[in-house]
């Protein structure tokens, strides 16, 4: 499976932004869809994950309200609607693909494989 991000830019606080993941096959051969993002000099950090079975939703608890993962089957896609960014929100947003059933999602980067190359998100005035 590979996965392509798009849809990262610059935007001003406050503003929003749509960042996509586009598989090359069926994600619905892996348990969970995952949004990560790396900030220079930081960690890489879960922000969403959505499960391909049932499509629940996980969120970091500073994304909670702000951002939204969702899956467009048809088109095996998984977008994460980001509102409200601010400039902490700068990162390379990244999505990966988990293939092994958990009882839920979980934001550990080592859960993950097919990462993409990841999309400059950058929010500043």
């Known amino acids: 499976l590979q996965l392509v991000e798009s849809g990262g830019g610059l935007v001003q606080p406050g503003g929003s932004l749509r960042v996509s993941c586009q598989a090359s096959?069926?994600?619905?051969?892996?348990?969970?869809i995952g949004w990560f993002r790396q900030a220079p000099g930081k960690e890489r950090e879960g922000v969403a994950c959505?499960?391909?079975?049932?499509?629940?939703?996980y969120y970091a608890d500073s994304e909670k309200g702000r951002f939204t993962i969702s899956r467009d089957n048809a088109k095996n896609t998984v977008v994460l609607q980001m509102n409200s960014l601010k400039p902490e929100d700068t990162a390379v947003y990244y999505c990966a693909a988990d293939p092994s059933v958990r009882s839920r999602c979980r934001f550990w980067p080592d859960d993950y494989e097919s990462w993409g190359q990841g999309t400059q998100v950058t929010v500043s005035s």
């Open positions: 959505i499960t391909t079975i049932n499509d629940r939703t």
């Open positions: 096959g069926d994600l619905s051969t892996y348990y969970s």
